[in-house]
Structures are given as structure tokens and as C-alpha cells.
């Protein structure tokens, strides 16, 4: 496979350097990516970067995954308007941990020789005093140099025009530097020769290959794909808000797969080539099923599966998939039945919620006390109220039709705990008994 052919009909290619698609076809080539551990999960901004070692990989080339214990302690300026919080290293262990458990989804660390490695620059930076870093790497490239970088010149103009909240620190500005000698040390110790990343990432993984060639003399490459935005054009970061985690306990399966499941229809045909592995051919076909009955989601659904597996599990997507269909009108009370709780309360986070004590739960004398008075007017302001609408058909209680308005309160609590009442089409509620 050519990797250079794949990413740019799988529109991930964005530039590289001359004589890097020469470099890849004279053999396996070794290629880095670097993760700054400033948070305990990447998010899908990180995992569109993920899929250019994927990529590489499937083209028979090696892998390496950097996980910035050291660069994390700084924080990289590229696409940044503000300084980053800086971490403690407990916390950035932590992170670190976190991180290559996600990593090891994607890379095959077992294929042999160019089986993927994951490596931390903090092993080859805590031994260096800064004196040290000054005469080995510093004096190598000019502030002139470094300046002219775009990541630094946007914050540096901040900083003139008076925002001081907006400029550059000297740690950030430093953090070229550091990147630069990750792929020098990389280069001497690990054989890498290529650096990918997205394409804010540019700047940095220049300096690296500049770094590579004053020092040693060598050739280096760098190859940067599309940087992946959000619908308002603003990149997926960590320190950005709104993100898609791939940490469940930050991002639940279920709003995972409800991410994708809600892309549009122009989105979905351009994500489906950078998240999944399916072919040309495969997604060719999809796309067309898709514009025969877009109101099918054909192309929504084969991402949110495709992506939902693999950062998850089957399972998890089966379980998301399930959760839809109760908001859509397919699930019954089998299906909410085998609904996990933290599946339910992901599907009704947004939905009103009432509380309701076990003991005036027990006591309650119809189906119209309960969703008037018991719940504190919150469902339903008066019994009459819902006696009319439990009448006219619009009131169902754990997906179940109630057919009287005084009949008894004798339904299965979901969990041994909730009821999910809906009123008319679309109102729902969530009962919590305690």
C-alpha cells in the first residue's frame, strides 16, 4: 500500500516534505507521533492523528507513539490563544497511563518488525540539566528561526498589541525546541526518520527535521494530515470544551455513538475515510446506498458502528444502539429492561427528572396521582390533567401504553429504581424512586 496514494483519497493528506514519499518507498520506514499527556484521555481530534500511524502501519511501516511525559510538563503553543494550565507529574503519570492503554486499541504491537513501540521523552530528558539542553540544542537553531514559526508569531503579536493573557512564555516558546529534540534523539536511537502529525503541528516537526540536519547532517522527513474541526471550524483539543472523549467515563458509548449517528450528511462522507479502515470500494458503495435514502443515515450509522467497536467494544455499540431506538420510538420494555443504569441516565441525561420516596412510591393509589401530585406537579399540574390525556392515549409508561387513568401503579422499575414516562410524541420524564 502506498501511504501517500491512501491518505490523499482518504482526503487526510495535507503536506509534506519533499523527498518523504521516496523515503517510504525505499523501505519500512520509521515514523513518530507525538501525545502530550495533558489530559487523562486523547478525544477524536487525537484519534484522527491515531489513524496516520494506523495508515502507516498498514503500509508495512513502523509506528512509534511518543507520549510526552516531558513536553506535557511545558504545553505546545500550536492553535493555542492562551497559556495551559501546567500539571503536576502525578497527574501527568496518570495521564500517561491512560493514554497508552488507548493506544494499544489501534496499534499492533506483535506484527514482527515493524511491530509499533511506544516511548516516553521524559526518559531521555530527566538526565538533562539545562545548561546542558542550552550547549547540545540551543545553540543550533536562532531565535530567528524559531520566530518566524506561525504558532509562535500569532502569540507573539498578541502579546505586542497588549493582551499579555494571550503571549508567549518563555516555556512555550521553548517547546519547539524540546519537540525538535524528541526526533533527533528518535532519529539516533530508534531509526525514525519520518514525523507526522496534524498540520498545526507543522512548524514543530520542521524544526525536528532542521534540528536532524544541523546537528547530525542527516535527512529527515515530516508529513502533516488535515487537521479534523469541529462544525464552528475550531480544532478537537483538550483545553477547547465540547470535546468527544475516548475515555468512556468522560464521554459515555452511548454520546459516543450519538456523536457520529448526529454528524451531517457532508461530514459523515469526509470522516468516514480518516475513522474507519473500510476500502474505497466499501465506502464508495455506502455513499451511494446513503444518497438513494438519506433519511436512513445509512453512512451515520456505518461510521458510529465502525468507530463505536473499536474505540469500545461490540457490545458497548450494541448497547448505544439499543439506548437510540428507546428516544426514536423502536425500543420496547424488553429493551429498556436490558438497559445498564449508566446507559439509561446517558440516554435521559437531558430529560426531566423526578424524584419520588420509596415509601410514597409504595402508597400511591393510581397512575394519575403518581404523574400529578406524587411527583410534585412536575409531570403533570393537576390529576385531571393527566386523567385526559391518559384517556386520549398519550401517556406511556416504561414504553408501555397506560390505558387508565386509575389504574393501579403496578409497573417494573427499570433497575429496580426508574420509570420512563413519556407524554404526547416527544416529553419525557425520568422517575427516580429512592
Keep these: 500500500m502506498n501511504l501517500i496514494e491512501e491518505l490523499r483519497w482518504r482526503g487526510m493528506l495535507h503536506d509534506f516534505m519533499p523527498g518523504t514519499e521516496e523515503q517510504l518507498a525505499s523501505g519500512m520506514t520509521t515514523g513518530y507521533i507525538g501525545f502530550d499527556p495533558t489530559a487523562q484521555s486523547l478525544h477524536i481530534g487525537n484519534l484522527a492523528t491515531i489513524m496516520l500511524l494506523v495508515q502507516l502501519q498498514r503500509a508495512g511501516h513502523k509506528p512509534v507513539a511518543l507520549v510526552g511525559g516531558a513536553t506535557g510538563m511545558i504545553g505546545d503553543p500550536s492553535g493555542k490563544s492562551a497559556e495551559r494550565n501546567l500539571l503536576s507529574e502525578e497527574a501527568l503519570a496518570a495521564n500517561q497511563e491512560g493514554i497508552r492503554k488507548q493506544l494499544e486499541k489501534f496499534l499492533d504491537f506483535n506484527s514482527g518488525a515493524n511491530s509499533a513501540e511506544i516511548v516516553n521523552n521524559y526518559d531521555w530528558f530527566k538526565e538533562f540539566s539545562f545548561l546542558g539542553f542550552l550547549r547540545e540544542v540551543g545553540k543550533h537553531l536562532t531565535v530567528n528561526y524559531m520566530m518566524a514559526k506561525d504558532s509562535v508569531k500569532k502569540r507573539i503579536s498578541a502579546d505586542e498589541e497588549g493582551d499579555r493573557t494571550e503571549g508567549l512564555s518563555f516555556t512555550e516558546f521553548s517547546y519547539q525546541l524540546i519537540q525538535g529534540y524528541d526526533f533527533y534523539h528518535l532519529y539516533k536511537h530508534k531509526n525514525v526518520r519520518l514525523q507526522m502529525g496534524a498540520s498545526d503541528q507543522w512548524g514543530n516537526i520542521t524544526s525536528g527535521t532542521e534540528l536532524i540536519r544541523r546537528i547530525d547532517g542527516g535527512k529527515a522527513y515530516a508529513l502533516v494530515g488535515k487537521l479534523v474541526t469541529k462544525a464552528d471550524g475550531t480544532k478537537f483539543g483538550k483545553s477547547e470544551g465540547g470535546n468527544v472523549w475516548l475515555d468512556p467515563n468522560l464521554t459515555s458509548p452511548y ?110 393509589a393510581s397512575v394519575s396521582d403518581l404523574l400529578s401530585e406524587a411527583t410534585g406537579s412536575q409531570i403533570f399540574a393537576s390529576k385531571g390533567e393527566a386523567k385526559k390525556m391518559i384517556k386520549n392515549g398519550g401517556v406511556s409508561v416504561n414504553r408501555q401504553k397506560v390505558l387508565g387513568p386509575d389504574d393501579a401503579v403496578a409497573f417494573d422499575l427499570l433497575q429496580h429504581k426508574y420509570l420512563v414516562v413519556q407524554k404526547g410524541k416527544k416529553n419525557y420524564y425520568l422517575i427516580a424512586v429512592i
Excluded: C, M
Design 255 to 364: 454520546k459516543f455513538y450519538q456523536f457520529w449517528l448526529n454528524l451531517s450528511d457532508e461530514e459523515a462522507e469526509k470522516l468516514i475515510k480518516v475513522y474507519t479502515l473500510l476500502s474505497e470500494a466499501e465506502i464508495t458503495a455506502i455513499t451511494a446506498e446513503h444518497k438513494q435514502a438519506p433519511h436512513l443515515r445509512v453512512l451515520q450509522k456505518a461510521l458510529a458502528k465502525d468507530v463505536t467497536i473499536r474505540v469500545h467494544s461490540e457490545d458497548e455499540y450494541q448497547a448505544a444502539v439499543d439506548a437510540s431506538e428507546i428516544l426514536f420510538g423502536k425500543g420496547d420494555l424488553q429493551t429498556l429492561q436490558g438497559l445498564r443504569e449508566d446507559v439509561l441516565l446517558s440516554v435521559f441525561e437531558g430529560v426531566p427528572q423526578v424524584q419520588v420516596a420509596r415509601a410514597d412510591y409504595e402508597q400511591v
